[in-house]
């Protein structure tokens, strides 16, 4: 009986077909970003994937958001019991396109009046995954399985729809189990997109940070006696670190002046657009 060999590592020609391929996707996605900058002015991006996520255009006005959550550390891996303070510079957007909402609505934070009557979901960025902020919609709808990917509501008083939901997962259900179908969201929805995670595109062959073990601090012109921009005068936009919160990891984010990075519930002052982070202390 003839024996395959076993499979050989990438060789020359599958790496080339990779960075071609890798190539061209670049190519296009300049394109695409060109079309849209010529046809409707500036553009912002994913800062993480370069991805056009909304027209300038519909960024209606900054916002700030205080909230409480657990903090995750992904170097201690824990997990606080208590929850802590956090704030987030976000830009209300009316349009983004190249963001998508995931997971089950959930209570907006208490005293912010722009939230009035609304519920949030995460909001990520359509093409890398990347949680940018949060989509806000009409409030009112009954309570949803909290089992992940479950399309149902959940039972009055309860947070599952079904013990069988709750224990095996949401394709799993009980002979009792109502299966009312959760209401779907209606419009308008607004965007509250961290500024931190947003890269203002303005046309093509613009300088795209690269990730590097250069620090990117430097005195100029734009930054001469002020702490507020950073080196290219962009202003620096406040945000908070750990799991779930708009997607700043900690280990993402090291401080570009001190060179520290960035550990659990650590507020930073950052720049998208130039990949370029303060922290709290310097």
Known sequence: EEV??????????????VREAASDLHTR?????????QEHGFVHTCAYCNFAVALTRHV???RDIA????????????KTFAKHSMKFEVCEVLKAGGAVAEGHWAPVPAGHGWLSGLVQRMALCRNCGFQLGWRFEQGGA?????????????????????????TRGPHNHDAD?????????????RWGLV???????????????????????????????????????????????????????????ICDICDRTARGSQHLWG???????????C
């Open 142 to 166: 009954a309570k949803e399985c909290s089992s992940p990917c479950c399309v149902y509501q959940a039972r009055t008083g309860r947070d599952y729809c079904c013990s069988a939901c709750r």
């Open 195 to 253: 500024w931190r995670h947003l890269r203002e595109r303005r046309g093509t062959g613009e300088r795209v940070p690269v990730e590097s073990e250069v620090r990117r601090h430097k005195e100029t012109n734009q930054n001469f006696r002020k702490n507020d921009v950073c080196p290219q005068g962009h202003k620096l936009r406040c945000f908070c670190t750990g799991q779930g919160n708009g997607g700043a990891l900690p280990f993402y984010y």
């Open 29 to 37: 996605r300049e394109r695409y970003l060109a079309d849209l900058v």
């Open 177 to 189: 189990c109502l299966k009312q179908a959760a209401k779907v969201p209606e419009g308008p929805v």
């Open 67 to 78: 909230t409480s959550m657990q903090v995750v550390d992904g170097y201690d891996m824990t």
């Open 271 to 281: 720049c998208g657009t130039c990949d370029y982070d303060v922290c709290d202390s």
């Open 60 to 62: 209606a006005q900054p």
């Open 4 to 17: 395959h060999p076993a499979p050989q590592a990438f060789g020359g020609d599958c790496i080339r077909l």
